[in-house]
């Protein structure tokens, strides 16, 4: 038992190559490409556009403005450009390479129009800057790869892609409790709401609308069910079928970017997408409104919330299980690889299960979700290099289920229903929330790469020495 504990431990933290999402910008200089002549003007224009590009593409999946900058730099440094000024400000990329005093710099500029989900785009980048960085192909190649990642479609049918938003709202709206029909109108209700923003969206419409949109439509079905169930004489609880689409809706924004731009060292491009993200909440908040407004002037009123995301412990394996599942549905409802959907799932099971331990102590939900998000920031980033898949997938995946959604309602109930206290009370504490769970998985992956650094390239004879000093500690 002893020697399997090893093993295992072993291969989280052992000898193999961490993802290039941890490559630390001193790291890049221990074996550069031919330095490019300063001169030459087209070959350091291909390579900072060839950077500013993949910089582009991880900015658009909602990767830090530090982390997008050092990629960069990373990828200029390793063809050989070693003078290179970085700036990634909310969606633009400006890389300027200096050539010295007499001459100019050469300067490139990258603008990301629009934010996607699509790790599957964002697993292959980081595959290719592995690639650049352990075998010599070209700056031309490497092009055509970047350009062929950008343009090719999802991996999967978007009938896919909506089927599992349904299940992830389904498997949500477990976790708050609801039961086998809950979660059906919960699939239901999110399904036609992926197919609405959809289609707003392939019409122009901003974003903004089509999250009241979205918030309108969490509302309508689940009162409408209730209403009918009084007069037959079932009942169900439309807080969580609400609570689990309000999940749904806040799952697409960009949450532990914002936060951890303002953390590390981008308070610019923090409060840039912070506010963005309040906006996109905001959006859901009016549609929410909207439809709870025009629902009590037919005569429709939903009950007082009762629904809480305290565990008991007989409920905790299933609530686990919801989440994890909800984790794995919603990586896969963002077209991620099949090797990180097992790891979103497992990354899920550690957020909600630290989350459920947590409810037995008087800690509160902000601490609670806040350690959790720090174990599903490190323990999820360890997996994660395991399979070769970018941290940012599996820390996404796993706070997903931890999302407020119930909070942002409550609160907003409250404050519809003359219940200003507790309507600011559950605002606030839905704020708090959404900042624990960022700032926990931007902790999380700090400790994660203090407790494993990426291998740096040794010549052959540090190896072989280490080979022999490692046989002579196992003799």
Known sequence: MREYIRRTARRLIGTSQAT???IEPGSIMVAPRRPIDRFDVGAITEVLDLATKIGAVLLDSGTG???TGSQIQFVANIYGIEDVDVDVTYN?????????????????METVHYRSLDFTRLAQVDKLIRRIRDSAITPATAHRMVDAIIAAPHPY?????????????????VLLGGGPLIALLAFMTTGVTVTINRLL????????????????IAVVPAALVFEGGEKLGFEIMPSQVIAAGIVVLLSGLSLVGS???AITGAPITGVARFFELLLMTGGIIAGVGMALRMLSAVGIYLPAITTTTEFAAVDIPARVAAG?????????????ERRALPVAFISGVIGVGVAAGASFIPVGDVIGSGLAAVCIGMLGGLLARRALTPPLVVAVAGITPLLPGLAVYRGLYGLLNDQTLDGLTWAGSALGVGCALAAGVTLGEFIARTLRRPQIVRPEWAHRRRLRRRRRIEW
């Open 324 to 336: 994890a599942f909800a984790a794995f549905a919603f990586a896969l409802a963002c077209y991620a």
């Open 259 to 261: 936060v951890q731009d």
């Open 20 to 22: 290039i999402d941890t």
């Open 201 to 216: 969206n392939r019409i122009g419409t901003p974003i903004f609308f089509q999250q009241v949109t979205g918030g309108f």
């Open 157 to 173: 049918p978007y009938k896919v892609a909506t089927l599992a938003w349904g299940l992830m709202a389904a498997g949500i709206s």
């Open 92 to 108: 633009t990329i400006v890389v300027s390479a200096r050539r010295g005093a007499t001459l100019p710099p050469i300067t490139t």
């Open 65 to 67: 403005a530090i982390d």
